[in-house]
């Protein structure tokens, strides 16, 4: 069992940077592979990051790459995504997730345990 709490979420304007933070409880945190979504108002939740349990490997999704970094820090049971760059199109909510899957997976059907969200929101 993971339970996931984010935070960093906040109000920006379009160009700057926002870092958001998912803290885990458990033990077993560095077993496994962990992913951000977001879901804005009318839209279905769409993948953003992913990095798997070592921070070995990283996906993005295209509307995010070279924009957003995702890392982790195992010994403190975090992943963080750093937003540089933002747009308006990046505000929704922001969920991280828990994946117990053998290999890194970029949809949300893999994704065990979820937080319970964090605003973004981006002004033009």
């Known amino acids: 069992q993971v339970q996931l709490v984010e935070s960093g979420g906040g109000l920006v304007q379009a160009g700057g940077s926002l870092r958001l933070s998912c803290a885990a409880s458990g033990r077993t945190f560095s077993r496994y592979h962990m992913g951000w979504f977001r879901q804005a108002p009318g839209k279905e939740r769409e993948f953003v990051a992913a990095i798997s349990w070592g921070g070995g490997r990283t996906y993005y999704a295209d509307s995010v790459k070279g924009r957003f970094t995702i890392s982790r820090d195992n010994t403190k049971n975090t992943v963080y995504l750093q937003m540089n760059s933002l747009k308006p199109e990046d505000t929704a909510v922001y969920y991280c997730?828990?994946?117990?899957?053998?290999?890194?997976?970029?949809?949300?059907?893999?994704?065990?345990?979820w937080g319970q969200g964090t605003q973004v929101t981006v002004s033009s």
């Open positions: 997730a828990a994946s117990s899957t053998v290999d890194l997976k970029t949809s949300d059907l893999y994704y065990n345990y």
